[in-house]
């Protein structure tokens, strides 16, 4: 049994963990008295049970903060009896450096990055695969056998709707054009050549090794999304998938005001028409797309890296306040803070990403030591 060991004394007292060294046996039910302000979530405990280093080290139960009398009480699950004993009298000591430590621990486990936002189609995969020049001419197909546009008309039509509204669907949509949207999906997407997505290894380790949650955000209705995650191997890769559907609940109707969809198919088209009609279709680029998607999957932008292989995207992206990567090219464009050639290439460009969780486990591991050093001052 040792003298009446120290309390903690502190204006404020708010960490996540704080630790307690002893030397004793088996724990029972224990307390310790803390002077001043605090909040303890949990309480890691460092048992010596020799006269050198640390011998074991393992969590307890806190089972009663008492702020009257600025007393914490905690239990060891694992060697508890049904002893109650104060394991001050055991010559407890609280290290008086822990509040240092949690606020260096802290910062270095501040990560610049706590989300990773990858667009699909030609994204995760190469832009050479050939589905966005077939996706291209499917669309141009539906807008002449579906919408009965003019097929002198429909490239540079589509060309300049994708242009300006992000996705040709939207941009239809905007001009008058009212359809089914699955129907859309299903002849654009349906006849798509996927037999040419392979399962992609390198890149399927790559996101798995990433320390950080990853979310599809896509364009493309989630069959779509679903399939081409499926055949490159990724479908267990992201935390969620925010598809077309996530945003556009509401189907749309085989209804066409023809009327109006010729007057401003001419205004759409006209290069200095500077109010372009509005879409009822939520998608990237428009920023309701993108504040959307942040409040579903609880997504803060200023902590966010946002992968997409579409310039437009990218500056908007850049203008809600995301960290933006160009996917495609390695030259970097305006609203750009990185460009990779290849998704691939994500190590080599963003190494950093990979470095958090390094740097917690090199902080975990030097304060271990400063423990076993502290250790000797016992009771």
Not at 188 to 216: A, C, F, M, Q
Not at 314 to 342: C, F, P, W
Request: hydrophobic content about 40%; glycine content about 6%; some cysteine.
């Amino acid at each position: 049994m040792g003298s009446t060991p120290p309390l903690y004394s502190s204006q404020h007292f708010n960490v996540s963990a704080f630790l307690i060294i002893f030397r004793a046996g088996p724990l029972a039910d224990a307390s310790i008295v803390l002077a001043g302000d605090f909040d303890v979530h949990r309480v890691l405990v460092v048992v010596s049970k020799g006269d050198r280093g640390v011998s074991d080290i393992g969590k307890v139960h806190v089972t009663k903060v008492d702020k009257n009398s600025m007393k914490v009480f905690f239990k060891d699950g694992a060697s508890c009896d049904e002893a109650k004993q104060e394991m001050m009298e055991e010559g407890l000591v609280v290290l008086a450096d822990i509040m240092e430590y949690e606020n260096q621990y802290q910062h270095v486990a501040e990560a610049k990055y706590d989300c990773l936002l990858f667009d699909v189609d030609d994204t995760l995969y190469p832009l050479s695969s050939g589905l966005s020049k077939a996706c291209t001419r499917n669309i141009e197909d539906f807008m002449v056998e579906k919408l009965g546009i003019e097929a002198n008309r429909v490239s540079e039509t589509n060309r300049v709707l994708y242009r300006n509204y992000g996705t040709s669907m939207a941009g239809l949509r905007a001009i008058g054009y009212n359809f089914d949207y699955d129907e859309y999906h299903s002849f654009v997407h349906g006849r798509l050549p996927y037999e040419n997505l392979k399962p992609d290894h390198v890149l399927r380790n790559l996101l798995l090794s990433l320390p950080i949650r990853k979310v599809v955000f896509s364009n493309g209705d989630k069959v779509h999304v679903a399939k081409v995650l499926r055949k490159l191997g990724l479908e267990d890769c992201f935390e969620r998938v925010i598809s077309f559907e996530t945003l556009n609940p509401t189907n749309g109707s085989h209804a066409s005001d023809s009327f109006k969809l010729r007057e401003l198919s001419a205004e759409i088209l006209d290069a200095s028409q500077s109010q372009l009609p509005e879409t009822p279709i939520i998608c990237k680029p428009f920023k309701n797309a993108f504040e959307q998607a942040f409040n579903i999957a609880n997504i803060n932008p200023r902590k966010t890296l946002f992968f997409d292989d579409s310039i437009r995207n990218i500056q908007s992206g850049k203008e809600i306040g995301l960290h933006t990567v160009m996917v495609g090219t390695s030259h970097r464009t305006n609203g750009a803070d990185y460009a990779l050639e290849s998704i691939h290439n994500i190590r080599e460009a963003l190494p950093e990403l990979w470095e958090s969780d390094t740097k917690k486990a090199e902080a975990a591991v030097a304060y271990s030591g400063k423990l076993a050093i502290q250790t000797s001052v016992m009771a």
